[in-house]
């Protein structure tokens, strides 16, 4: 098993839609979680990240964390065009590394 | 949100040559800087955790003796590619967590590595 999963998609939705973006992770223990967006060709930029169990919301972005089910997710609302991009789930893992452990990402179209 | 900015962000080179790429972040202090690689359509893997002052910390599979890090000061760390070998193109990128809040990590812009 990954240490951190995501369906590489590409996940296809209309624009003014929701867009909903999952990730699980191997490890009970994890403490921080991060969304990042990345362009082709570009570095990733950083979207939200959630500490605690349930809802953060930053404008159109809402991530969601449940640690028993080890799931966190992303929600775009309102999905634009320039919303397309593979966005990356980030986990910091219970193993003392200081480093993020990524899921290999999952690419959003969003269809004019 | 913090700055860290990598340099080149692209470079081409002949097979047997050294390519150094650096790392800084710009208005925060980083005792420790990831590095990362990327190659086509796959995510980022560490390759690295560059340690200011001390040796750096190599993943498994990851050649310390091909792979050059130094952290010479608390906003800067370089990446040499030695003895670059056609294998060994892809996107490059350095990162640094600024624990003055919450600890998010930020990227540099990466460097992409060709090596004909």
């Known amino acids: 098993q990954k240490e951190v999963e995501q369906n590489s998609g590409p996940l296809s939705v209309p624009e003014g839609a929701i867009a909903s973006l999952n990730c699980t992770y191997s490890?009970?223990?994890?403490?921080?979680f991060f969304w990042y967006r990345q362009y082709s060709g570009k570095s990733p930029e950083l979207i939200m990240f959630?500490?605690?169990?349930g809802d953060k919301e930053d404008g159109r972005f809402t991530a969601q964390l449940n640690k028993a089910s080890q799931y966190v997710s992303l929600l775009i609302r309102d999905s634009q065009p320039s919303d397309s991009a593979t966005y990356l789930c980030?986990?910091?893992?219970?193993?003392?590394?200081?480093?993020?452990?990524f899921g290999s990402g999952t690419r959003l179209q969003v269809q004019p | 949100g913090a700055v860290v900015s990598q340099h080149p962000s692209w470079v081409i080179c002949k097979s047997g040559t050294s390519v150094k790429i650096e790392c800084r972040s710009l208005?925060?202090?980083?005792?420790?800087m990831f590095w990362y690689r990327q190659f086509p359509k796959q995510s980022l893997m560490l390759m690295a955790t560059?340690?200011?002052?001390?040796?750096?910390?190599?993943e498994q599979g990851v050649e310390k003796d091909k792979f050059l890090i130094n952290h010479a000061s608390l906003t800067l760390s370089t990446l040499t590619v030695t003895s670059a070998h056609p294998e060994d193109s892809s996107f490059y990128i350095c990162?640094?967590?600024?624990?003055?809040?919450?600890?998010?990590?930020?990227f540099g812009e990466g460097s992409r590595l060709t090596v004909l």
């Open positions: 990162s640094a967590r600024d624990l003055r809040n919450t600890g998010e990590l930020f």
């Open positions: 490890d009970r223990g994890s403490q921080s």
């Open positions: 959630i500490y605690s169990n």
């Open positions: 980030a986990v910091n893992l219970d193993t003392g590394r200081r480093a993020l452990t």
């Open positions: 208005d925060f202090q980083a005792t420790t």
């Open positions: 560059s340690n200011e002052g001390s040796k750096a910390t190599y």
